[in-house]
């Protein structure tokens, strides 16, 4: 809602239930009523997502897909971190001519897919990897780098001078961008630094977890629905067996490499829908193509989970099913609080059989697990090819 509102988009409704939810967590309800709630919560944040989706395509024009490069060019750069489009729409304006490159990190790749903003030469590209790996690839970085919302991580003293705030987003000692009565930010001082530390002397080798240097990005709804007629015929004709959503909050949590194997062990006639940082895990490896489309489709950041839900929709509508009955199974990967609001919308929308870990979250108390269960058929994960084998009906 935030990021939305930064573009000039709001919706009442939305706005209002924050009272309401707020309210209703300081009450006692029965499992039942607190079902109720998640439900109607979930809706709401349905809307939510909705709203912020038409907020950035309306700004900045509906996702294409782009690939990404993993390198770095020599000379000045920046580096731009978070959720907000905006800020950095703001920031590719002011840097534009200067000789200047600009370089997205962990969930700001999908900016390189909308047109508003691919529009610069110097969105060059997308530095490093998922947050929780910030503090090892920022280390003696020689460039700024902006920090638009959450993920920020206590800094290492090798980069901790070159660390810029902005919006909710803030750490003591570090430099923050305010925003004026008109919402424009001066960015100046992030410009002069980039500048005067003039970035690498040569071009600089980076690549992914997987050792790729080429992402791909830009497959949101609009991109993947306008291939709807052929994803349509690829699972008619069996050469597209299943489709996997693997997604979500990503960490340093051991066991994250579960992402990767399952990822990894994924038949050849299938496809993986990806989206939010979690997508790190994989995004750097070459699955190949079913009927033109690459196998790995990159849906945007955690809260484009809309566009998961948008083509899953229009799948079933195509079909003259529910959700649940498509040859779709949604594996997530979890992290902080924060991302609940994305599988309860899930729930809310009635889909089933979701496959969560590595580990269940800690906030999550056994009776809650067991209403998950129970209610929605929730599996926590085990291992790659066990839950392959269960999904697809192996062995």
Known sequence: MHHAMNLGYTDDEVSAWFYKGLCAVNRPHSVEEWLALIVEFGQVNFRCMELLDEANTG?????????????????????????????????????????????????MLPAHGYPGLNKYPHLAGNFGTAWQSQQTEFENIPAPVLFTTNCLMPQRPSYQDRVYTTSVVGYAGLRHIEADACGRKDFSPIIEQALALGGYKTDRSMSGINGGHMLMTGFAHGAVLAHAEEIISLIKSGKVRHIFLVGGCDGAHPGRNYYTEFV???????????????????????????????????????????????????????????????????????????????????????????????????????????????????????????????ILGRG
């Not at 900045?60 to 489009?85: N, R, Y």
């Not at 609080?337 to 809310?348: G, H």
């Not at 969560?356 to 056994?366: K, M, Y």
């Open 59 to 107: 700004t900045f024009g509906t996702p294409q897909p782009a690939k990404v490069p993993t390198d770095i060019k020599k000379g000045p750069f920046i580096v731009v971190s978070g959720h907000d489009l905006g800020d950095l729409a703001q920031l590719l304006e002011q840097t534009d001519g200067k000789g200047i490159n600009i370089y997205t990190h962990s969930e």
């Open 264 to 390: 990894k062990s994924t038949p050849m006639d299938t496809l993986v829908l990806t989206l939010a940082c979690g997508k790190y895990r994989f995004n750097d490896l070459d699955l190949g193509e079913i009927g033109g489309l690459p196998r790995i489709l990159d849906m945007g950041q955690c809260n484009d989970a809309y566009s998961a839900i948008k083509v899953a929709l229009a799948l079933a509508e195509a079909f003259g099913c529910t959700i649940n009955e498509l040859p779709l199974t949604l594996v997530l990967s979890w992290y902080e609080q924060k991302a609940v609001c994305i599988p309860l919308t899930l729930l809310a929308l009635g889909v089933k059989n979701i496959y969560l870990g590595p580990t269940l979250p800690a906030f999550l108390s056994e009776t809650v697990v067991k209403t998950l269960v129970e209610t929605y058929d929730l599996h926590p994960t085990t291992n790659p090819q066990q839950d392959l084998d269960a």
